[in-house]
């Protein structure tokens, strides 16, 4: 497989995805730094059936530049991520470097953690404070404001510090918003 091009190379791990059990003693580890995304997706969905590379791989997807191969890992994720990956997804979705899709996948995944710094940075998604007069004030709806409002509404929904948010999303003329702050608790 190494000395095959890359197209090759995604065929080939394509077709060991289909097989019950793996070869011994083959790891598609390598084809994580492969320069063809289509060789590194196939190398994450292989990888991700072994538990014991599961993190390692999780990771590595979460830094990848292809979408898709981002996907895979979040996808994942949303079961269990580890500690670094949440920091990771919260680097990448701050930084805009996602498609909208995977920067909610992202919020959505971060906000399991449900500490009181998630919440935070959830409420920076959601609230801002208007320059004149000083007060709090929603956030323009975008997919990615919808989904931290969601999940605030559903994990924080009666959290002192979520309390402005929720009354200024129950009282916003937005139909989507307030729809998000009627499933308050669903989640929890």
Sequence with gaps: IPDAPPVVQRELLSLLGRLSTLPSGFSAINYLASEEALVRREAVRLLLRNPAERDETI??????TDDRVVFA?????QERCPSAGIELIEQRVDRGELDSQLRTMG???VAQQRTPE???WLLSYVVTVAHWPRRSRLRPSTPEMLAALSVIAAYWGNDPAAETVITLAEQSKDLEVRARIARRGAMT
Excluded at 59 to 64: E, F, G, I, N, Q
Excluded at 73 to 77: R, S, W, Y
């Design 59 to 64: 990771m590595s997807a979460l830094t990848d």
């Design 118 to 120: 998630t919440l935070a």
């Design 107 to 109: 919020i959505r995944i």
């Design 73 to 77: 890992g979040l996808t994942v994720a």
